[in-house]
Nanobody
Framework: EVQLVESGGGLVQPGGSLRLSCTAS????????MTWVRQAPGKEVEWVST????????FYPDSVKGRFTVSRDNARNTLYLQLNSLKIEDTAVYHC???????????RGQGTQVTVSS
């Protein structure tokens, strides 16, 4: 059974930082693209980042490029998302997902809440 468990969310002031983690099990983590998405209340799911299996190629939308960094530790089956220079509009539930955003996601975790507020 594929399981993805996110952690690391919380309340942070604008300009602050957080590091999210996602622990994966039930599949060959090191062989798969992995993706972060987020969803704010009343809004559609928004792609945040994708990383290739080897961890050397990353993709971001313009909305987070230069502020967010995705990484992975294949030995620990763990995906990370470093969030810097956070803005109020980054408030959302952040989910990690198995797959490449461009071609479809096959599993998604329950998510971790990130709230940016002064």
């Amino acid at each position: 059974e594929v399981q993805l468990v996110e952690s690391g969310g919380g309340l942070v002031q604008p300009g602050g930082s957080l590091r999210l983690s996602c622990t994966a099990s039930g599949f060959s983590f090191s062989s798969d693209f992995m993706t972060w998405v987020r969803q704010a209340p009343g809004k559609e799911v928004e792609w945040v980042s994708t990383i290739n299996p080897g961890g050397r190629t990353m993709f971001y939308p313009d909305s987070v490029k230069g502020r967010f960094t995705v990484s992975r530790d294949n030995a620990r089956n763990t995906l990370y998302l470093q969030l810097n220079s956070l803005k109020i509009e980054d408030t959302a539930v952040y989910h990690c997902a198995r797959g490449d955003w461009r071609y479809g996601l096959t599993a998604r975790g329950q998510g971790t809440q990130v709230t940016v507020s002064s």
